[in-house]
């Protein structure tokens, strides 16, 4: 029992005496899903300016190399009519790129441009907005040019709805990116309004690795990923060996993509002992890894060349971690403000390697609400300081003003960036607590009193306390503040309120105290009536202070004592008539006072009770775990062979047998005081 008082004292001293633990929250900064819609411009002036498909093949190419883990990608192919479309698709496999890319080739070039209609209807397949980030990718050479068109619209009509589409993107938040493809003659301003309308830009794109990298930077902010050009040349003829060394970790799928301006031949990759094959689509081939053993450290691409073929070898890396970010959104002024930043891989699993967050750049950063409403600038945050520890990038800042506070995160390395929404975190001023004490009787003859105040009121925060009188001095008292200590002065009976304020730099909190100077009558009229008052107090006690009953005596000198054991009864003789009545037994433990009447133990018997007067035999608790014997009953009462007599203490231990006999001898009864474990 000691050993468990002991922990009992040590946890509750740890109660007072520990500061308040704040428990953080977890944040974590989710890339949303993507729909993409590539409206693509099939007019006839394509033909020309694209004679080798470069534009729909870099799209394809796209297709193939996106990582398709939470983006779905729609398709329009327009000239003045719509010619093939569908609204966005999931392409998580091979069968669902290859249905894709089939739509993209079902038309070829021809026709007038009706960039308007292309726009529209390709915002219509892209639906309303659901919690999906929506980007709009329009490819053309040319502007809108409807001239001998026989559909009845016009330039003006498709200028016009070009328009109208990037209003009604601009109040969504759906972007529209432009990309002016091959030799482009037509109005770019155009396309850069339309752009610029819909907070986007507007990119133009000769080449087919242009495009490629307009393609990914325009999806940069839904996507971790690196396209790393591991070669630009020209080879002769045969098998080429183009070994790559592979430095990235934590990734969910590599993509290697080769473009040439002709037909590429058969291409192999070798990872790991595997010969993965490629999808070969003319001008490009893709080869898709999404086994990945961070073990490997080199892949080989076997790619058949001709003569003089120029050949351009793309490794395109993704990275499915989610960075978390743990802060407290609450927590008392002056207390420290902790934050700390890791990264789960997509099983779930925290990661720790030290290597890996040196390649990132981050900034925290903390704002006040009065910071942020007079001023939008980054300038108006104050950084924080961060410092990688034990697997995790952590930091900490001292509050010392209260308010609410915006905590912001942002990092990047090579293959993204992630920023966490603004995290509201509220800082909480506590008021000072305290009050002065009781001053007890003043009078003018008493003298002044003081009250060292910095003992008497304590700030929860620990801040500084300062103190003021807003009214005090008056006709009854003077009231007077000097380096914290409050002096009051009685002048003359009255009674006067005292307000005192106490601040702890940012709060005030008011005590107000109704003081009384006791006219001197009142405060010693008991020295008057002393003399009278002893007088009375002794012949008073004369007459009350009678000897108490033995029994009431006895109680009072045993009340620190406790029952112990039990009591067991039998009746040994009864009338015939009543029912039999069974052995009973009591729990003395249970018992809470320390004297008991026999006659409550068998209250259920009352017949009994009345014809053996055990309401007048008593059971007192003793010391060394014994009782007294006391009664004044008429019964015959016998403790072992030993008559009790009436009014006579007898002291029964454990074993004793205590004999009760009603005069008529109706009624027997037989206790035991038996001894139980506890």
């Not at 709009?136 to 001239?147: Q, Y």
């Not at 993509?257 to 001008?283: C, D, F, H, W």
């Amino acid at each position: 029992m000691k050993k468990y008082g002991m922990v009992f004292m040590l946890c509750l001293i740890l109660t007072f005496f520990c500061p308040l633990m704040v428990c953080a929250e977890e944040f974590t900064s989710e890339k949303n899903g993507l729909d993409v819609m590539f409206v693509m411009d099939y007019s006839g002036s394509m033909k020309t300016n694209d004679s080798k498909d470069i534009a729909r093949g870099m799209v394809k190419a796209f297709v193939d190399t996106v990582h398709s883990a939470d983006i779905r990608v729609g398709f329009v192919a327009y000239n003045d009519r719509i010619l093939t479309s569908t609204s966005p698709l999931t392409i998580q496999t091979a069968e669902e790129r290859t249905a894709l890319k089939a739509l993209m080739d079902q038309e070829g070039y021809s026709g007038n441009t009706d960039i308007g209609l292309g726009l529209s209807y390709g915002l219509e397949l892209l639906g309303d907005p659901s919690g999906r980030k929506q980007v709009i990718v329009l490819i053309s050479d040319g502007e809108s040019d409807l001239r001998g068109s026989n559909t009845g619209r016009t330039t003006e009509i498709s200028q016009a709805d070009m328009k109208t589409a990037a209003r009604r993107c601009a109040k969504t938040g759906t972007k529209i990116y432009t990309v002016a493809f091959g030799s482009y003659d037509g109005n770019t301003e155009a396309l850069k309004e339309i752009s610029e309308n819909t907070s986007a830009h507007m990119y133009t794109a000769e080449t087919p690795d242009r495009l490629i990298e307009i393609l990914y930077g325009i999806f940069s902010t839904n996507m971790d990923y690196s396209i790393q050009e591991l070669t630009d040349s020209v080879f002769a003829p045969g098998i080429q060996n183009i070994r790559v060394g592979l430095e990235e970790n934590y990734l969910d799928e590599m993509d290697v993509l080769l473009i040439s301006p002709r037909k590429i031949g058969n291409v192999k990759i070798l990872y790991g002992g595997q010969a993965i094959e490629t999808i070969n689509l003319g001008n490009y081939a893709v080869g898709k890894i999404t086994e990945i053993d961070n073990k490997i450290r080199e892949l080989t691409v076997q790619a058949e060349t001709l003569e003089n073929q120029e050949l351009q070898l793309y490794l395109v890396s993704y990275r499915s971690l989610t960075p978390v970010l743990e802060v407290s959104p609450s927590l008392y002024k002056n207390e420290p403000l902790c934050y700390e930043l890791y990264f789960r891989d997509k099983n779930g699993n925290e990661v720790t390697d030290p290597d890996f967050y040196q390649n990132f750049t981050y900034q925290f950063s903390l704002i006040s609400q009065q910071e942020k409403n007079a001023s939008q600038e980054s300038g108006s945050e104050a950084l924080l300081d961060t410092a990688f520890s034990e697997g995790r990038i952590r930091g900490q800042k001292l509050m010392e003003r209260s308010g609410t506070y915006f905590f912001q995160a942002y990092l990047e390395d090579s293959m993204g960036n992630s920023a966490f929404e603004p995290i509201p975190v509220r800082v909480e001023n506590r008021l000072p607590e305290g009050t002065l004490p009781e001053p007890g009787t003043l009078t003018v003859i008493t003298g002044e009193r003081s009250y060292p105040l910095d003992e008497h009121f304590r700030d929860p925060d620990g801040d500084d306390l300062s103190y003021s009188l807003e009214y005090g001095s008056g006709k009854c008292l003077e009231a007077e503040l000097s380096n914290s200590v409050l002096t009051i002065r009685p002048l003359k009976a009255g009674t006067q309120t005292l307000s005192l304020q106490v601040s702890d730099g940012e709060s005030v909190s008011d005590y107000e105290y109704e003081i009384e100077i006791t006219p001197l009558w009142k405060a010693y009229w008991w020295v008057l009536v002393l003399f009278a008052g002893i007088v009375a107090g002794g012949i008073i006690w004369k007459l009350t202070h009678r000897p108490k009953p033995e029994l009431e005596q006895l109680t009072v000198e045993t009340k620190k004592n406790h029952f112990c054991g039990r009591l067991d009864a039998y009746f040994t003789a009864q009338p015939e008539k009543e029912g039999e009545i069974p052995p009973l037994s009591f729990q003395l433990h249970k018992i809470r006072e320390n004297r008991l009447v026999i006659g409550m133990l068998l209250e259920e018997y009352p017949e009994a009770v009345s014809a053996l007067e055990l309401n007048e035999i008593y059971l007192v608790a003793d010391a060394d775990r014994r009782m007294v014997l006391y009664h004044t009953s008429k019964s015959s009462v016998m403790l072992g062979n030993s008559i009790a007599c009436k009014q006579i203490q007898y002291s029964v231990s454990f074993g004793d047998v205590i004999y009760i006999t009603s005069l008529d001898g109706s009624y027997e009864l037989e206790i035991h005081y038996i001894a139980v474990i506890q």
